[in-house]
């Protein structure tokens, strides 16, 4: 089983490859919130100085209080990417098994510390006799989804390390609260909050794990924009709920779209919908031709994912669906 599935948004190929393809291109590759947190930037004064520490540990407490876990236990990182990439030289294991097919930084993340990594299905991640298991959950690209506390409790005490990068959408499976000296979690702010670019995630872990993690990682792990709109996002528990029902409405809407144009739905989240065609890799060209930029998968050419249109967007998808046919 391969458990490789690279990232979205590799626009700037998809635009040398089709360069007589409609500008601008609507990405749809990579699962980021279109209608993201729009307030909270700081003044450009604030980008002139280092960030001062007490700021990056209020992001955190934002966070944390968001997540419903203690502050100790939060570490900000520049993105979740960042923080799966420390896990493998800070956990003191040689064998992981990966959840997959999942999102491919993990296994190499691991390789690259040395570890040896084993592929395996979800269904048998738990059988496993490594001594640390990766899952993510919801998970990319299908998005399936366990609660939290089971996973706590089929890990029997090994390491666990639960990506939740997608898990705004499903607050209510999030291991957050669970986690201990075996048991660690990711959290992405960049893809529910629609700015991806801020670079900014979470590691949640046992105390003494975060100290370790501060001290690798130094004083100014994020920058100004990250803690202005950190603070001000993780504050406004209100917005986070109308996104959901929004982004669970829409998500929706996606899915009678896609279907109604040749597409059976495989599986997905909110922010992004895992679909099934015959002819996925030509089909996919053909919506590229067409400007538009969706994820396709070398493990199985029959696999499309899309992530969700903007509010200005939907006619131009329908358009290029009924095209790409």
């Known amino acids: 089983m391969t458990g490789a599935v690279p990232h979205g948004g590799r626009l700037g190929q998809a635009q040398a490859d089709h360069p007589l393809a409609p500008r601008p291109w609507l990405d749809l590759s990579t699962g980021i919130n279109p209608h993201g947190w729009r307030r909270g930037r700081p003044a450009f004064s604030a980008l002139t100085s280092l960030p001062d520490p007490a700021d990056t540990s209020a992001l955190e407490a934002a966070a944390a209080a968001a997540f419903g876990v203690a502050a100790q236990g939060v570490v900000a990182v520049a993105g ?42 979800r269904a048998d991640l738990f059988r496993s006799d490594a001594e640390v298991l990766v899952v993510v959950n919801p998970n990319n ?31 209510e499976i999030s291991a957050a609260a669970l986690a201990d000296d075996r048991t660690v979690v990711l959290r992405s702010f960049g893809k529910f909050y629609g700015l991806a670019g801020v670079r900014l995630g979470f590691v949640v872990c046992a105390p003494a794990l975060a100290v370790d993690i501060r ?21 406004d528990g209100g917005w986070a709920a109308r996104m959901r029902m929004r982004l669970a409405r829409e998500a929706a809407r996606l ?23 015959a002819d996925g890799t030509a089909r996919a060209r053909r919506l590229a031709g067409q400007g538009v930029l969706v994820r396709t998968f070398d493990h199985d050419p029959t696999l499309i994912r899309f992530g969700l249109p903007g509010a200005k967007d939907w006619r131009r998808l329908e358009t290029a669906l009924e095209m790409s046919r």
């Not at 100004?224 to 504050?235: S, V």
């Open 80 to 121: 979740a990417e960042a923080g799966l990439r420390l896990l493998p030289d800070l956990l003191d294991v040689r064998h992981a098994a990966v959840a997959s097919p999942t999102y491919g930084s993990h296994a190499d993340a691991w390789r690259q510390a040395g570890a040896t990594v084993q592929a395996v299905a």
């Open 215 to 235: 001290r690798r990682i130094g004083d100014w792990p994020v920058g100004a924009d990250a803690i202005a709109l950190g603070r001000a996002a993780y504050a």
């Open 255 to 277: 899915d009678r779209l896609l279907a109604a144009h040749g597409f059976e739905i495989a599986g997905g989240a909110d922010l992004f919908r895992l679909t099934r065609c």
């Open 141 to 171: 690209p299908d998005g399936a989804a366990t609660p939290g506390a089971e996973l706590v409790a089929a890990a029997e005490g090994r390491w666990l390390i639960v990506d939740e990068s997608f898990v705004e959408t499903r607050p």
